[in-house]
C-alpha cells in the first residue's frame, strides 16, 4: 500500500488542516522521505530531526491510533474504483492549488477520469429552477464549449447543472462534477445515464466519503467548481443563494465571471441584473446561427483558451 494512508491519518487529527498538511509534506520531501517512515518516530525525534513545530511532530502520535481505519477506509476506496487525490500529487488540480492555497482541501475523492480536470475547463452554473430559455443557453453553451475542446465543469444538481453535464456528453465531451456529499454518494442521474460514458465524466468529492449532501456543502462545492475553473459562466441566479454565492467567489478569486443578460429577466435571474452592474461580470447576448438565437460565447472561450500564464 503507498502511502495514502498514512496522509488520510494525519488529515483526521484534530486541529490539521492543508496548511499543517503542506508543512509536513515540505519537511518530509526535504529528507528525501516517505511519511510513512516518519511513523514511529517519537515527537521529539521528528521535531529535532525535521524541524516542526510541537503541534505538527505530536499529529503523528494521534495520527498512529488512526492507521487502521485509514486503512479500511483506503481499502474500500479502492473496492468502489475510488482516487484518492491528496493536495500534492500530480493529478491534483493545479488551479484549485494555485488559486486556494491553504484553503485548498487536503484530499479528492474522484470516480471517472481523472486527468480531465487539468485540461481547459469553464464552469456552467445556474438555479435549480432556472427557466426554459435558461435551460436552453444552458445547453447550447455547453455545446460550444465541447466544440472548442473545453471541460465543462458543474455541480451534478438538478436544473441547469445536470443540463451542462448533458450536453456535454451528448456532443462527444468532457464534463466535471464537484458533489456537495462525499463519493460514496454518488449515484448517476437519470438524465445522464443514456449519454453516460466514464471516460469522459469525473465526479469529485472534497468531504469524507459517506458524508450526506447539505446546504452548506453545496456553497463550499460551488467553490471549488469556479476555483478549478478558467471561465465562470453563470445562466440564471437569484440575488441569493448557492449560484449568487458561486458569483462572488468566482470575483474574489479573479476569475472571468459571465452571466446571461435577458431583455426579459426569469423570476430566478434577479442575481443575473446585480452580477452585471455589482459585480462587474461580463455580458453573455444572443447571436443568429441557423435563423436560432443562441448565446454568443466568443469572448467567454477566449478567456479559457488564451488565459494569462
Known sequence: MNSTKYWLALSRVQGIGTASLREIHSAVSAAGLSVSDIFGLSPAEIKNEFHLNDKLAAAFSGAALLLDSAEREYVMLMDAAVTVIPFFSPLYPLKLNERLANTAPPFLYAAGNTSIINTDCAAILGDSGISSRGEFICYTAARELVKHDITVISGLARGA?????????EYGGRTAAFLPCGIM???????????FDPERFVALSHLNPEEPANRFNAFARNRLVCAASDAVFIVESPEEGGIFEAAKSARKLGIPLYTAEYAEYPENAAGNKKMLTEFEARAVRGKKVDNLTVPNMDRFIADVKFKKE
Open 161 to 169: 447543472d445536470i443540463t451542462a453535464h448533458r450536453s456535454a456528453l
Open 185 to 195: 454518494k454518488l449515484t448517476v442521474p437519470d438524465q445522464l445515464k443514456q449519454v
